[in-house]
């Protein structure tokens, strides 16, 4: 099973950055208003990058890397700078 962190652009131009193991299904969900509580209220979300691990440690630890990063290091993250 490969793991995903994946990075989403919300309606209100801010960044979510999330783990799944199916980004498609999680984006969708998002859109629909369910899961996270952040972008409950910022739909419509746009998948902006994704990245694919193969242990879900390595992907929860790259997720909170990303959470960690400034706004421009999230730009330049996913190509927006």
Known sequence: ???????????DDTYYTGYTTDPERRVAEHD????????RGRTPV?????????SRGDALSREHEIK????????????ED
């Open 68 to 79: 960690s990063l400034s706004r421009a290091e999230k730009e330049r993250l996913v190509g």
């Open 46 to 54: 746009e998948l902006v990058h994704v990245e694919t691990f193969d």
């Open 32 to 39: 629909a208003g369910e899961g996270a509580k952040y972008p």
């Open 1 to 11: 099973m490969s793991h995903y962190v994946y990075v989403l652009v919300c309606a």
